[in-house]
Structure formats: C-alpha cells, structure tokens
C-alpha cells in the first residue's frame, strides 16, 4: 500500500485508523517478542554450549554479551534512522537480519560462528524498540503511551517466558540448535508481515491522526518533515548534554543489568546448583520471574498514565526491587527456602520494571521531534547495563567456583547485581517529574 492522495471522511477515517492501529502494533510486539526470547535464551543453553564448544563461563558470557554490545552500540543510530528514513523500513530489515543471524547461531560448527550469529542476532533486534517506540508515538495518544509500551514489553517478555521452560524442554527433545533455527525461519516469515502491514504514520494510509483528528488529511502533509542528517546529529547532542537523561539512563542500567545476570544468564544454572535440581526443574523458578517482570511492565505503565507521573512509580518498583535483592543475598544468604522461591524471583522480576516508563520519561525532557534519538539514549542504559554487570559475575564463577561453597560463590556473584540495582535507585531519585507532559521547555 503506497501513499496516496485522498480525502478521508473524519468519523470513518478516524474509526478505521483506531481499528487499524492495533494490527501495526501487534506485528511490531511480535518482533518485540523475538527479541526478549533472544535477550534471555542464553541462560538455558549454557551447559549446552558449553558442552558443545568446551568453553569456559567467560567465554560463554563474552558470546551472550555480544548481542547487548551491539544493541548498545546501535541505539543512537537507529534513533536516527527511525527520525529520518522512518521506523517500518528500519525494522524490517532489522528482522531479516535477527533471522538470519539465529539460523547462523544454530548452524555454529565452531565458536566463531557463535559469536558472528549472536553478533547479527543483536544487530537486527536492536532497533526494533525504539522504531516501535516512535511508531507508538504516531498511533497513540501521549496519555496511551506508556500504557500501550508497559503492554508491548508485556508481550515481549513473554518471549523471555518461551526462552525458559518452554525452550527447556524444546532442547530436551529435540537441541538447541533446532530452537534457534526455528526461531529464525519464524523472523523470516514476521520480516514479510512488518514490511506488508506496518506504517509510520495513520497519513501514509490516508487516515486522520490520532492527535488532530478534526483535520481533513489530504495526501502526506500532515506527515513530520524529515530531518536531514545534520539535524539529526544535532538532535544526539542536544539530548545527550541534556542533563534530565542520564538519570533515566543510569536508573535503566541498574535495574536492567541486575534482572539480565538473573533471569537472561545465571539464573537457572543458580537454582540448579543451590538446590540440586535438573534444569528443566529449575527454569521453573526462572519463569516465575519473567513472567513476574511482564505483569509489571504492563501493571506500572498504566499506574504510571493513571497517576499521571513517571518519578514516584518508578521509586517505588525500585525500593521494592533493592529489598528483594537485599533478601536474596544479605538475608538469606543466596539460599532462600526453595518453597518460596517461585514467589521470590516473581517479586524480583516484577518490581525490577520501574525502567519501563524510563521511556516515556526521556521522551518527555527532551524535544518532542526527538522521540527516536531520545528513547534510544534512554534505551542505551538497559544495554550499558548488561554489558557492564555479567562479566563481574563470570569472573567470580571463573575464580571460585570448585574452590568455594557453591552457596558462597553465587551470593559473592549476586551482590554485584545487588549494587547493580542500589546505583539504579539512586539514579531515580535524581529523574525529574514530568507529569506525563513534555517538559524540554520549562
């Protein structure tokens, strides 16, 4: 469907586009949930890669971690992108790319080849946030926005769900390398979807906006201008020295950094080794605490757009993410009572989803025609964050595991995840409040 000229009747236009609006989301929070699959599949195909490669737990960290230093590295350009050739061409290709990588990844006869598939693999999901962030904004009103992303990360976790049990028993029956082959030719199939059924804006389909729906649309005027890429490179600079992002940033980081060592690497390996269990038993728990982090990002942007502020929500998630941690490895010593560990990790996977309405909050401290280079810079501080926090971990099962308790090993690993998520609250306490309002101005 090409742009075309054409006046749109405004009660049918406007009821047409509400309608059409949630197919172009769905499409793009189904990319969202490869994405969270990808982010969190590592973490139970570790014995396996392992076994397969005789590699060491820094080498299998250096291979996970390869797909968020390339989505660190991606997110300001593909704020660019998304402001400049638009989000719908952006995350097509990069599905196409996130597919071809897994099916390279499954394919990996030696460990090169593992690192060039989770390389590509990180490559292609990295600017499918941010491009579904900018198109949210297109489609939805700004007091839908946080609701309609706590409810796309929802969807997404879900992936993180399948990359648990799910994946368990799939590797079980079948291998690893069968799942990430699926998964691949499954992008495949979703990259033909994104590119046929996804739009930047209602205009590109004749339909009014969502934000001035009395206007007659005629043709694509009322589409943004572009930006060229002198005033895009400007935008980067003006929300990077804005010093209302870096607290969102950092508070981002911690959080994320901390829910990633648990849910995305060492997580199963943890309950499997603390309490005997077979992986398969021990993803349980795991699942427990994704889906605790989905039911929060959907529960904490609509408090967040119900309340109509971003700071206090966000302080509150965090403390009760701080005592979980704290419980976990100060209390109990990294060995709580199995029969409440269920209701553990869904606590701590729940209240670690304060940095959902991060986005929203960037957005709204910086230039409105900035959404994609703004939400992208926030979005960089999930990824700082996974990137910077596991190493610490594999170095201390590197160093100690086999010459110190088991127990000992993982509470002297966890409590890295533990500063992790102190240094995020701390960051939180600095954001400003915007009251759901862009505030760049004032």
């Not at 990360?153 to 690893?176: C, D, H, R, Y």
């Not at 349980?284 to 990002?297: E, L, T, W």
């Not at 995840?417 to 759901?436: N, R, Y």
Request: net charge positive; charged share 10%.
């Amino acid at each position: 469907m090409e742009q075309r000229v054409q006046e749109t009747n405004k009660p049918d236009g406007l009821a047409k586009m509400l309608k059409y609006r949630y197919l172009v989301w769905s499409f793009l929070a189904i990319a969202y949930l490869v994405v969270f699959f990808h982010r969190l599949a590592a973490g139970v195909v570790r014995l396996d890669l392992i076994q397969a490669f005789n590699i060491t737990d820094s080498t299998f960290s250096a291979i996970g971690t390869t797909y968020f230093y390339v989505y660190l590295v991606m997110q300001i350009p593909t704020g660019m992108l998304v402001d400049s050739i638009g989000p719908r061409k952006t995350v097509t290709v990069g599905s196409l790319i996130a597919g071809v990588g897994s099916i390279l990844f499954g394919s990996a006869t030696a460990v090169p080849m593992l690192f060039v598939g989770r390389f590509l693999i990180g490559l292609g999901v990295s600017v499918i946030f941010v491009s579904t962030l900018k198109i949210l904004s297109q489609w939805f009103k700004p007091s839908e926005f946080s609701t309609m992303t706590g409810i796309t990360v929802f969807i997404g976790t879900m992936g993180g769900v399948i990359a648990q049990t799910p994946l368990a028993v799939l590797v079980e029956n079948t291998s690893w390398r069968t799942a990430f082959i699926g998964i691949g030719i499954f992008s495949l199939f979703l990259t033909v979807g994104l590119y046929m059924f996804v739009r930047n804006t209602p205009a590109e389909l004749g339909m009014p906006s969502v934000n001035d729906v009395n206007n007659t649309v005629k043709s694509n005027a009322s589409q943004a201008p572009k930006q060229s890429w002198a005033d895009l490179f400007k935008s980067v600079i003006i929300v990077m020295k804005n010093k209302r992002t870096w607290p969102i940033f950092f508070l981002y980081a911690g959080f994320y950094g901390a829910y990633v060592t648990m849910m995305g690497f060492w997580g199963t390996s943890y309950i499997s080794d603390v309490y005997g269990l077979e992986k398969l038993a021990a993803s349980k728990y795991i699942i427990s605490g994704v889906f605790g982090s989905a039911v929060g990002s959907l529960v904490i942007g609509r408090i967040s757009d119900y309340l109509g502020k971003r700071k206090l929500p966000m302080l509150i998630f965090g403390t009760l993410c701080v005592l979980s941690w704290f419980y976990i490895v100060v209390v109990t010593g990294c060995k709580p009572p199995i029969q409440w560990m269920s209701v553990i990790m869904f606590v701590l996977g729940f209240s670690g989803t304060g940095f959902v309405i991060g986005w929203a909050a960037g957005k709204e401290v910086n230039p409105p025609e900035n959404v994609g280079v703004a939400t992208a810079v926030v979005n960089m501080g999930g990824f700082f964050g996974s990137i910077a926090i596991p190493p610490l971990l594999a170095r201390v099962f590197d160093t100690y595991m086999g010459q110190m308790d088991v127990v000992l090993v993982y509470q002297k690993a966890f409590s890295y995840s533990l500063a992790a998520v102190v240094i995020g609250l701390m960051a939180g306490l600095l954001v400003k409040e915007t009251d759901c309002k862009n505030i760049y101005s004032k």
